[in-house]
């Protein structure tokens, strides 16, 4: 039997997905937020990555290019630990987009 508590970082980070598409960033990256910590303290990488890439999205939408860039850096060398090659490869594409524009 588990006992859950309250929200798990799955759905934090999913409401903050559903914010940030419905045109909601700064609820959006509270939810992120969330998710990250707690992705963190459990030691999910593949959720840590994900959720820094998607932090960088939505800041990449308000237009703030240092925290973009911020998140895209702390995600890249996670992404490269759990070998996810496409998710490195996107995350440096978009690094130089950022960077290009």
């Known amino acids: 039997m588990t006992l859950t508590l309250g929200p798990d970082a799955d759905t934090f980070y999913q409401r903050g ?8 960033p700064r609820p ?3 939810d992120y937020q969330q998710a990250l910590t ?7 990488r593949v ?3 994900t ?3 998607n932090m960088g ?3 990449d939408n308000l237009g703030d290019r240092q925290q973009v860039l911020d998140h895209y850096h702390q995600a890249l060398p996670v992404t490269r630990e759990v070998g996810d090659r496409a ?3 996107v995350i440096r594409y978009n690094i130089a987009m950022v960077r290009r524009a």
């Open 87 to 89: 998710g490195e490869a």
């Open 28 to 30: 959006a990256l509270e």
């Open 47 to 49: 959720g840590e990555a």
């Open 38 to 44: 707690m992705y963190r303290q459990v030691g999910d």
């Open 57 to 59: 999205h939505v800041y």
């Open 17 to 24: 997905w559903a914010r940030s598409a419905t045109g909601r």
């Open 51 to 53: 959720t820094l890439t």
